[in-house]
Each structure stands twice: as C-alpha cells, then as structure tokens.
C-alpha cells in the first residue's frame, strides 16, 4: 500500500513545470520543506495554513499548467521559483499524506542539505536522490534505521515515521516538457481511524 502511495505522490510532484525565477538553492527547498512540511503538526491543513502564513500564492504568473491551489502553493515572489505540493489520502484502514517542495530547475546539493537538516545519512541514495527514514521525536527527528523494530512499529501506529524523499534528476526536462527537477517531499502513512 505505502508502495502505491509513493509512487503516485512521485508522479504528482513531477507533473508540473513553473516559470523561472531566482535561481533555487538547497537551502531554499530544505528552508521552505522545514518552514511548511515538518515544522509543527503535519497535514494538509496546517501545512497549507503555514504556507499561506509564510506568503506562499495560490495564484500568480509560473504557476504550472495543472497547478490546483486546493493542494499546492507558489513560493513567495521575492523567492526562489519553488511549489508545495501536500496531498491526504484515507482508505477507511489507512491515512496517508504528503507535503513536498519542488523545484523545475535543477538544484545540486539537496541530498547533502537535507543530511545537515536531521544529522544522519540516508538510508538509500541512488546518484543525487536519497531516501531517509525517520521518526519524529517531539520536536526532533531520529533516523528508523537506529530503532528497534518495536520502536518503529509504535511510530508508525502513532503517525510519527516518515519517509523522506530527495527525487532529484538533475536535469530539466530535455524536451522542455512539464517536470521537476528535483523535490524534497515526506510520505507518512499511519492507521485510519
């Protein structure tokens, strides 16, 4: 299932292209995934609150073709040219979400960012992506990698284990067609209620 799950929030962050702006460094992704994604309760309410918060458009010029403002956020226009993309799903014996941010222009380093953000390696990196598992511990995250499995099964139970996705192909699309470049973005899955 959590298979299924990632798969389609990897084809719904990568479905979209936004005008250029300023040139978006690691720190602004890392920045902006930590302002919106993960800086307090997670969910596609409180995330989008924090974005609109923080200044993140729901309308404007670059926003993508199949840009839906009930889901996703422009970056502030001051900003780098980046998009938040949340998603909730709920199948009755499972919830799950996702909050990303993206960006068309290819990004180097957003792996390593991400690594200084949570003080632990990934547990699997393929080129310039990477993957981490992780746990919320309060206000920190502990990698699930260094947990025993009892300890990752009540994170699961309790909504706390994340996985967390550097998607990067280093390359804007070559046919100039709709696509990221690179995008950070957290799938959590816990029990439906």
Same mark, same amino acid.
Request: neutral net charge.
């Given at each position: 299932?959590? @298979?299924?799950?990632?798969v389609?929030a $990897?084809? $719904? ?11 978006a =460094?690691?720190?602004? %992704? &890392?920045?902006a995934?930590?302002? /919106?994604? %993960? *800086?307090g309760e997670?969910?596609? !309410?409180?995330?989008?609150? =924090? ?5 993140? =458009?729901?309308?404007g010029v ?5 840009f839906?403002?009930? !889901?996703? =956020?422009l ?6 040219a +980046?998009? +938040?993309?949340?998603m ?6 499972? @919830?799950?979400?996702?909050?990303? @941010?993206?960006s ?5 380093? /957003?792996?390593?960012? &991400?690594r #200084?953000l949570?003080?632990? *390696?990934p547990i ?5 992506? *990477?993957?981490f598992?992780? %746990? ?6 502990q ?8 300890? @990752?099964?009540? *994170?699961?139970?309790d909504?706390? $284990?994340?996985?967390? $996705?550097?998607?990067? #192909? ?12 690179v995008?950070l973005?957290?799938?959590r899955?816990?029990?439906? #209620?």
């Amino acid at each position: 299932m959590l @298979v299924r799950f990632a798969v389609g929030a $990897l084809a $719904l962050c990568m479905t979209s292209g936004v005008a250029e702006a300023r040139q978006a =460094r690691p720190d602004d %992704i &890392v920045t902006a995934f930590g302002a /919106v994604c %993960i *800086a307090g309760e997670t969910g596609q !309410t409180e995330e989008l609150a =924090r974005a609109d918060a923080l200044g993140w =458009r729901t309308t404007g010029v670059g926003a993508p073709k199949n840009f839906d403002p009930a !889901t996703q =956020r422009l970056s502030p226009s001051t900003g780098a040219a +980046l998009v +938040l993309t949340t998603m909730f799903q709920s199948s009755g014996r499972e @919830v799950r979400d996702s909050c990303g @941010v993206s960006s068309l222009t290819p990004v180097e380093g /957003v792996g390593d960012a &991400v690594r #200084n953000l949570f003080g632990f *390696a990934p547990i699997f990196v393929m080129a310039r992506s *990477a993957t981490f598992s992780v %746990i919320r511990m309060g206000t920190t995250w502990q990698s699930a990698a260094m947990m025993d499995k009892a300890m @990752v099964d009540a *994170a699961k139970h309790d909504g706390r $284990l994340y996985s967390v $996705l550097v998607l990067d #192909n280093g390359l804007r699309p070559p046919d100039g067609s709709d696509g990221y470049a690179v995008s950070l973005t957290f799938l959590r899955a816990k029990p439906g #209620n």
